[in-house]
């Protein structure tokens, strides 16, 4: 008997955290905060689980909706050993100790009380505990904690998606897990995309965060490349900058090597590409880990690319003077960030353009600038200052997830006798649900419920 219990949310992009329990031994998947939620209510429910005595902890990547509770976790679980990549253990502190800094602004400026949920000296404390892995070897998971329980075998899969990002195979004697994280079924600039198990799959957990999105696999990424450059020219040759809000971690650096490519190349002109902020930090680590991961180019080295620092008022300087290419966070242009400030000053000018590459949340301001045209008047909060658009406002499809079909494939290539859906909103689980059966492929879909445990029964048992 194989057990599943989303500790988090589960039909959303959420707070990822999954237990899992065969065999009298207990892991847990990803320890995640939400990232539309703020305070204690961002947390998966580990009160629910408190008494699970969990062996180790494996998580997929660094992006926050995967590792933001991790000291958290810890705390309810001391003795769990944690378990990643080796790219994502050097990547993990960096991450944990900046979210202390974002969770104590938030404090002051928000008035959130319980901000931080832990601080720099618990990072530091739990930093060291990290085991770090590489992906083409599996490793043991041994029970010390549970009377009784099973041992495991453990292997992470790259999973292309950002730096350090793996899919988690485990082997218990019910049965073989695979939980894709957030995966990337094609090339990116740097990171070549995700590598699936060859063995045999019982349990697919797989992400769906596109399973709603028909556009992402009706574009090709090198038209999607074609129409981006274009785009660029046309704002550059009017004298204008192009301000592209990025995530720090994974789309920064992925834009910025396909500018700087596309400059090269002679696809752009020749102008300043420009840069600032947590996501220059996040690129010193790609170029540290470059020779130790998988990469598109191996010599590639963010920091031997022409790319210039932006001044330390982003509203005023040479970035915004000459046509130049600014990629800064936050992606959703999250209010005081640096994206939000250059969006405020930028919209009004007809020759300057802001091209959004990633997804945005409905809630943020990010898609209120997004859903804006020329001739309109936005404002980017709800206590923001009215401002006239006048700006050329894009969006391209550079997304770091799977399309739906390349989804599929994988459910085809696995052949898993369970298929658990989960990261996506419900209206793409259903797509996938609806799409599995209409191909009647041999697997059980199943769209887990927030906190409710599935038990599955395999052969064995
Ligand atoms: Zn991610
Ligand atoms: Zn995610």
């Given amino acids: 008997m194989i057990s599943f219990t989303p500790v988090g949310t589960s039909r959303d992009v959420g707070d990822s955290a999954y237990l899992i329990q065969a065999d009298g031994t207990a892991v847990l998947f990803d320890a995640g905060v939400h990232p539309r939620h703020e305070g204690v209510d961002s947390l998966p429910n580990y009160d629910a689980i408190k008494d699970v005595e969990v062996e180790a902890i494996l998580i997929s990547h660094c992006h ?3 590792l933001g509770s991790l000291p958290v976790a810890l705390r309810y679980f001391p003795h769990a050993r944690v378990m990643m990549t080796n790219a994502s253990a050097t990547l993990a502190p960096v991450l944990l100790e900046h979210t202390v800094r974002v969770m104590e602004r938030i404090r002051d400026e928000d008035g959130i009380a319980e901000y931080p949920l832990y ?3 618990d990072v530091e404390a739990m930093s060291y505990v990290f085991q770090g892995f590489q992906t083409d070897r599996s490793f043991p998971i041994y029970n010390e904690l549970a009377e009784g329980g099973a ?12 730096l350090g990002a793996a899919g988690i195979y485990l082997e218990t004697p019910s049965g073989n897990i695979f939980y894709t994280g957030d995966t990337t079924g094609h ?3 740097i990171i070549p995309k995700a590598e699936y198990p060859e063995g045999k799959v019982d349990v ?3 992400e769906c965060t596109l399973g709603a999105d028909e556009m992402a696999e009706h574009r090709s990424r090198r038209e999607e490349k074609e129409r981006f450059a274009t785009a660029c020219t046309a704002v550059i040759e009017r004298g204008g900058s192009v301000l592209i809000p990025s995530f720090s971690l994974g789309r920064t650096q992925e834009m910025l090597a396909m500018a700087h490519d596309m400059r090269e190349l002679g696809t752009i002109p020749d102008v300043e590409i420009y840069t600032a902020g947590f996501g220059e ?5 790609y170029d540290r880990t470059a020779s130790r991961t998988n990469r598109m180019a191996p010599d590639l080295r963010l920091r031997e690319l022409d790319i210039r620092p932006l001044p330390r008022d982003v509203t005023r300087g040479p970035h915004l003077k000459r046509p130049s290419i600014i990629v800064t966070s936050s992606g959703m242009m999250a209010e005081h960030t640096l994206s939000f400030r250059m969006a405020e000053k930028m919209l009004p000018y007809d020759h300057h353009g802001i091209f959004f590459v990633g997804y945005i949340d409905p809630a943020m301001p990010g898609h209120r600038v997004m859903s804006a045209r020329r001739g309109l008047i936005i404002r980017m909060t709800d206590a923001g200052r009215a401002i006239p658009v006048a700006c050329r406002i894009e969006r391209f499809h550079f997304s770091a997830h799977s399309n739906r079909q390349q989804l599929m494939s994988v459910v085809e290539d696995l052949k898993p006798r369970w298929t658990l859906l989960v990261h996506g909103e419900m209206e793409a689980a259903e797509w996938f ?5 209409r191909r009647t492929l041999p697997t059980e879909v199943i769209i887990p419920e927030e906190q409710k445990e599935i038990l599955l029964s395999t052969q064995e048992d």
């Fill in 281 to 285: 930090v996040l690129s010193q680590v």
């Fill in 204 to 206: 697919l957990v797989s």
């Fill in 433 to 437: 649900q609806a799409e599995i059966r």
């Fill in 151 to 162: 041992d495991f075998q453990a292997r992470f899969y790259d999973a292309g998606h950002i």
């Fill in 119 to 121: 601080t720099k000296t």
């Fill in 64 to 66: 926050l909706d995967h």
């Fill in 187 to 189: 090339d990116q600039e």
